[in-house]
């Protein structure tokens, strides 16, 4: 109960803090209906809450430290986890410092691995509750492949050959191919530059003394740069590249927020712009030109685009009775200059400069919760969303991979309408008991698909008993069925599908859920909890597309706490999923099928132990495994299974902290992992194994990296 | 199904098969008697109907278990000989991405005076065959249980022990491990298709009749060249001389339900299929078309619409279907002139053009003909004609308008026959509509021409015999896409109307028949290779199969029958001389003198005057006519 979290010793928070980090949650409070202002706040001696062990200290305090490591960056997939992918010596630098004053003013600066790619900092200052300002970095690292290679370098929007290369018909017959492969990079790092700060208060000073407002407006700024893999092709002869990406997204967000007893409201809007560094990706083609002088190839890039948000909602109750309102709009827009349809021969002519896209979405959300007795209580919600595609529909020539002209073909603009209808109940038998039940109805209406509006009804029950103080269990069984229209093939693609197939997404569908949920919680310290799931998908009228889902998985964990200071904990989590597909090579009923059964396994055991040898050493070990694989069968008559797919991956995360001195300490970070992959797609092949398509070869990993890293800290 | 789901299912799976384990404890593993009950034994056969019951490896060795019966479903017993040809078919893909599915000849083994497996006469009308040795490895080629395999039985062309001739009879079987219930077929043209134009197609001593059998020894483990695989084959033997345009693959490829692989043709394109026709390409050189190590990338450019766009006459066909002239009244004067109403119409909308021809744009060309005396194959052999669009119509309005056609030739008493006439013409279009003949890069398109009769007063349905029809050519020529002097196409009563009895013959030809326009004269003397300028025709039936081209008159008795139609008129040769009606016609592929002898000593007349050869001295009605000793439809190979 939120009066109980309120009395706990440690909310050294203000008291209007503390009310805005509620209403932060409002609205899910209220859904839960437990409303903060249903709490009896008459006899509370808020003076009382004063917390002693955290009375709040003026002047500095908190900590900074600097990091040497040795990182193993040959394969720098490892940089996932260390946050750099380079390989020997490296060095960072972290702080967690407040200065405060009498007064309540505030700075704090926090940074993290700052030197590494993915470091951060962020810098704030203000009366906590009253203003402040904030002042942010942030890098985010993405590693995929350092170890590929391709004959092709890119410069500004063009990838390009060697001077000297030489084309070839097929792959095997470019003389220059092994002489000109280099290193390609294939990762990305993200920037990002956030200012912002709010204001707050109370809305009169005089009046209601739990009437507040909020203001605040923040700005962020996100560069991106690295490549990314993607392929191009003219004809049927394709090349696999590493493309590069610099881009920026600038983000506003402002909203202003007002609340008192018993209601909440606010407006809130957000601008977003892309802009893409790149117009085009022009490729120099290592073939030799099928038809003509098609020696150039050019793809699109991701266009510069807007987008903005306006919403409001309001949220307010009495007696038990709840409703929240959300109304929200959307618009995004794209009028980036096209590039023309073809630069191999005369570009036809385009019917317009640019797309002028635009789309809108209108949102409303209508919630309501109440309890009705003591033991019943009942929730309903209405959700709706329109996605209107307002681009004009144009007939665009149709140039297939820079050589055949194929007429005209117009765009197509996908609108959706969703209505979602939910309804609950809930009632509790005893005090350890209790019982849930609910239906919903999920409406959506397409235009442009092969089906015009899809609906799905479902129900669920839940159970819920706790058998003793540390024994609870619930189960929860869900039942959907979905249906539609009439199914109707689009006709405006180039070549029609087979008229059985059922896109999964658009077909009937019987789905049943089950999970099963138990906690077991001693007061000796053990904690363990335990639950299966499990969900079947039946595709009742497919006779060829995806016909049957079945998912099952269950996961256990325990944590252990023998003492204050040594603490275990073991997971278990595993999945099974096993999808049927049937498929016709006559372009009729089915006459092959398969069947993908995908697996994962998690494992993981892990302890910490705090304050040995006089308080002066800290340690810990976490181990995980996880494994990941899919075998795919085809049955055409004859059985033929896919190759190779899987992820393996060990961990070992282990540290020590000694405090050597009151203010020094020394910690030794060893971090391990053990990683490999396959794909039987590329597994085995080479730049030139395919005639027609100058790949990067197998992208296989298989390592063993080890990051060894040490970091001082002077404690202030 | 979930996990539990799985393991519960396999439960109860093994449940069953204990109990059935159980059920068939007291099985001694022989096999049971095939064949319970047995038929009648075949009193007389006409036809042999083998059935394939099943077939069962032991020990790797196939047995295959198939029933012999007759025409009335009666047992044949003591079958003397029998060949048995088995095949295995990799599914599309199998070999290679874009491979078309193949077949894999394991082994042919023939019984007869020797056997190299065992053939049983159970003497039931059930026989088995046990083959020499295991399929797998046979002929190198791995025998693979869930793959579709073949088995066929071809029995016949000998004799029972009494004497009784056995036909040739082919039956497949389709099977695989599990059962005769296959994964997946290669089932892409059926033999009636073939045999629509080829008769009764058969090979290697016309032991072998049925695609169902070619395709298990034509595959690439029987047959050294490669040209001799069945799809290869078959395309460039038909790539000379096809007798409509080669490039329409649905001609063969006939949509029929019953083929599950009929969309083969264009879904699953491959150099092989392909480059049989176009044999201008050498994929993996790159002549012709870039080059194409493999199969794998053909559906990437030539994919299933374009293919089958490219290859049928689906735009030209959708075109045509929005024009159809039609003559909608017609009657004539004493000075011969024929007043014709013209009707154009639009079926695909069902409906009208206001305009006369001379005002709609799309028209290339459309004329009408007329001539007269149906009764007596025409007065002459110039019919009249006039071109609507450039004619000024008569009269009309509202897509009706009148034309007249003067000067016919009505031979005096005959003004109480009937008249022909016929149309035809020609339109522009382009993307399945029919547009402006200035519209660039239009085609021009021929349209079905039509005839119709009349008499002095009005439209008639009398008119000349019928002796072919469209129907009957177009089982090999297609439907009306022969196209004969530019547009003329109707050739079942169209040609006729200029083709006639007034043509003359050349005297001083060996055989006069084969050198005359007239129509019956012309269309025997083509093919028969017999005239001049189609001496390399290869006809693809049985010459001998009148019915192959002739259709039945309005009793049901085939034109082919004697006594001839009345109609039918003597040769006429440039010398002035005539020959009469029936020898004249039989004696185009009856050419052997020591015939023509036999013909002029039952009253046939060669080369003499027309009042002889008109007299009716012919009495090869007598022992050829219906029911004669010698009847015509007895003594030609009719079907």
Redesign the interface.
């Known amino acids: 109960m939120p009066t109980a979290k309120l009395s706990h010793p440690s909310a050294c928070f203000s008291l209007t803090l503390l009310a805005w980090v509620i209403s932060g949650v409002l609205s899910q409070a209220h859904a839960e209906g437990y409303e903060l202002q249903q709490a009896n706040r008459s006899g509370i001696k808020t003076e009382a809450w004063s917390c002693k062990q955290c009375q709040s200290k003026s002047g500095h305090s908190g900590d900074v430290s600097a990091t040497l490591a040795y990182n193993d960056g040959e394969d720098s997939r490892f940089g996932n986890r260390t946050g750099t992918d380079n390989d020997g010596f490296v060095g960072a630098v972290g702080a967690d410092m407040v200065y405060k004053t009498q007064s309540g003013y505030q700075t704090q600066l926090i940074a993290d691995k700052l030197g590494f790619d993915a470091g951060s900092a962020k810098l704030t200052t203000g009366r906590p509750g009253n203003y402040q300002i904030n002042l942010g970095y942030r890098g985010l690292a993405n590693y995929n492949h350092n170890q590929l290679k391709s004959p092709y370098t890119s410069s500004q929007d063009k990838m390009l050959l060697p001077d000297n290369w030489i084309t070839g018909g097929t792959t095997q017959s470019m003389p220059m191919l092994q002489s000109s492969l280099v290193g390609q990079d294939l990762s990305i790092q993200r920037d990002r530059f956030m200012i912002g700060g709010y204001y707050a208060g109370k809305i009169s000073p005089e009046g209601d003394n739990n009437s507040h407002y909020k203001a605040s407006l923040n700005y962020q700024h996100e560069d991106r740069s690295g490549a990314k893999k993607t392929s191009a092709n003219i004809l049927t002869n394709s090349v696999m590249l590493a493309q590069p990406i610099d881009d920026s997204t600038d983000e506003i967000d402002a909203r202003v927020y007002f609340n008192g007893t018993g209601w909440q409201a606010g407006i809130n809007s957000q601008v977003s712009q892309y802009k893409n560094d790149h117009q085009a990706m022009q490729w120099q083609s290592a073939y030799t030109p099928t038809f003509g002088a098609a020696y150039l190839g050019q793809n699109a890039v991701d266009p510069d685009s807007k987008a903005y948000r306006v919403a409001a909602e309001a949220s307010g109750g009495a007696n038990g009775q709840n409703v929240l309102m959300h109304a929200g709009f959307s618009r995004m827009t794209q009028d980036d200059t096209f590039i023309p349809a073809t630069i191999n021969g005369p570009s036809p002519v385009l019917p317009a400069d640019t797309l002028d896209g635009q789309v809108d979405i209108i949102e409303m959300i209508l919630k309501y919760s109440g309890r009705i007795t003591q033991d019943l209580s009942v929730q309903a919600s209405y959700n709706y969303q329109d996605r209107d595609n307002k681009t004009a529909k144009l007939d665009f020539p149709q140039i297939i991979t820079d050589s055949i002209n194929q007429g005209s073909a117009q765009n197509s603009l996908y609108d959706k309408r969703t209505k979602k209808l939910e309804l609950k109940g809930k009632y509790r038998f005893t005090s350890a008991a209790y019982a849930e039940a609910g239906y919903s109805r999920n409406e959506n209406d397409y235009t442009e698909l092969d089906r015009q509006s899809v609906d799905e009804s479902g129900v669920f029950a839940k159970l819920s008993y706790r058998y003793s103080p540390a024994w609870s269990a619930w189960l929860k069984g869900e039942a959907l069925e979905r249906d539609g229209s009439e199914y109707d093939p689009v006709t405006t693609t180039q070549s029609q599908s087979n008229p059985w197939l059922r896109k999964s997404y658009l077909a009937d569908r019987k789905r049943q859920k089950v999970t099963l949920h138990t906690d077991y919680q001693t007061d000796i310290g053990l904690s363990l909890g335990a639950s299966l799931h499990s969900v079947d998908d039946d595709f009742h009228h497919t006779q060829v597309g995806l016909t049957q889902v079945s998912y099952l998985g269950y996961d256990v964990s325990a944590q252990y706490a023998l003492s204050d200071d040594l603490h275990f904990s073991a997971f278990v989590n595993q999945d099974w999923r096993d999808s049927d597909q049937a498929g016709s090579n006559h372009f009729s009923t089915p006459d092959w099928y398969s069947t993908a059964e995908e697996k994962s396994t998690l494992i993981g055991a892990g302890f910490s132990y705090q304050n040995l040898f006089d308080n002066h050493l800290d340690i810990g070990l976490d181990y995980s495994y996880s494994d990941g694989q899919s075998d795919t069968e085809v049955v055409y008559g004859i059985t033929s299974p896919y190759g190779d797919f899987y992820a393996r991956k060990h961990n070992i995360n282990a540290y020590a902290k000694y405090k050597f001195a009151d203010s020094m300490s020394l910690r030794v970070d060893w971090l391990f992992e053990k990683y490999q992959d396959a794909n039987w797609q590329n597994q085995g092949t080479n730049w030139d194994t395919l005639p027609n398509v100058l790949s990067f070869g197998d992208m296989s990993h298989d390592y063993n990296a080890h990051y060894l890293g040490l970091t001082l800290s002077y404690q202030m | ?5 799985k393991m519960s299912s396999k439960f109860s799976l093994m449940l069953a098969l204990v109990s059935l384990l159980s059920a068939c404890g007291g099985d001694n593993g022989q096999d049971g008697n095939p064949g319970e009950p047995a038929k009648p034994p075949a009193l007389t056969i006409t036809s042999l109907k083998v059935t394939v019951d099943k077939v069962q490896m032991i020990d790797g060795i196939a047995q295959v278990d198939f029933q012999v019966s007759n025409q009335d479903d009666e047992a044949v017993i003591g079958v003397p000989s029998a060949t048995f040809i088995a095949a295995q078919l ?5 070999t290679g991405a874009g491979n078309s599915s193949e077949w894999q000849h394991f082994t042919a083994e023939t019984c007869a005076a020797t056997c190299p497996g065992s053939l049983t006469d159970h003497k039931n009308g059930h026989y088995s065959y046990i083959f020499s040795a295991p399929f797998n490895g046979m002929n190198g080629v791995t025998f ?1 249980p ?3 395999q073949r088995m066929v039985v071809k029995i016949g062309g000998d004799k029972l022990a009494d004497n009784t001739p056995l036909p040739i009879t082919n039956q497949h079987y389709d099977w ?1 491990s599990s059962g005769d219930n ?3 077929t290669r089932n892409l043209v059926t033999i009636e298709t073939c045999n629509s134009c080829h008769s009764d197609l058969a090979f290697h001593g016309s032991k072998y009749n049925q695609i169902e059998t070619c395709v298990t020894c034509h595959n690439s483990k029987k047959v050294s060249n490669p040209a001799d695989i069945f799809p290869q084959m078959v395309h460039s033997k038909h790539l000379t001389g096809f007798p409509q345009p080669i490039s329409d693959c649905q001609t063969c490829h006939v949509d029929k339900a019953e083929l ?5 043709w264009h ?1 699953v394109p491959t150099m092989q299929a392909c480059g049989a026709c176009h044999t201008q390409i050498n994929f993996p050189a ?1 002549e012709g078309h ?4 493999d199969n794998s ?1 053909c559906v ?2 030539h ?3 374009w293919t089958a766009s490219v290859h049928s006459d689906e735009d030209k066909t959708a075109a045509l279907m929005q024009f159809s002239p039609s003559i909608t009244s017609a009657s004539m004067d004493a000075n011969g002139t024929v007043t014709v109403a013209v009707n154009l119409m639009n079926p695909a909308t069902g409906s009208v053009y206001s305009d006369s021809a001379d005002k709609l744009k799309f028209i290339n060309d459309l004329r009408v003909y007329a001539n007269w005396g149906t009764s007596f194959d025409y007065a002459t052999r110039s019919a009249r004609s006039i071109k609507l669009p450039e004619s000024t119509p008569e009269s009309g309005s509202n897509g009706i308008y009148t034309y007249t056609i003067a000067g016919l030739t009505v031979p005096a008493g005959t003004e109480a026959d009937h008249g022909g006439l016929a149309i035809q013409g020609r339109v522009y279009a382009k993307d399945k509509v029919l547009v402006d003949c200035t519209t660039e890069l239009a085609e021009v398109l021929v349209i079905k021409a039509s005839h119709s009769y009349f008499d002095t007063a009005a439209l008639s349905s009398t008119g000349r015999r019928t002796v072919v029809s469209n129907t009957s050519c177009g089982n090999c020529h297609g439907d009306q896409k022969l196209n004969i002097h530019g547009s003329r196409n109707d050739l079942g009563g169209q040609c006729q109307l200029c083709h006639n009895a007034n043509m003359l013959a050349d005297a001083t030809a060996a055989n006069p028949s084969t050198t005359s326009f007239d129509f019956k004269q012309l269309i025997h003397g083509i093919h028969t290779s017999q005239f001049t300028g189609f001496e390399n025709l290869n006809y693809p039936g049985k010459i001998g199969n009148c019915t192959q081209c002739h259709v039945n008159d309005s009793a049901g008795i085939s034109t082919v029958a004697l006594p001839l139609n009345s109609a039918v008129q003597p040769l006429a040769l440039d010398n002035g001389t005539f020959t009469s009606p029936i020898a004249a016609v039989c004696s185009n592929c009856h050419s052997a003198t020591s015939t023509h002898n036999h013909m002029a000593q039952q009253g046939a007349v060669f080369a003499g005057t027309k009042a002889d050869a008109t007299a009716g001295t012919e009495t090869c009605a007598f022992c050829h006519g219906q029911g004669g000793v010698a009847d015509v439809l007895k003594v030609h190979p009719i079907n």
Do not use: H, I, S, W
């Open positions: 199904m979930n996990k539990f789901a990799l599914p599309q893909g199998y693979m869930e793959a579709t695989q296959v994964a997946y599950a692989e009929q969309q083969n879904r790159g870039p080059a194409q190590a990338n990437a450019c994919n299933a619409d």
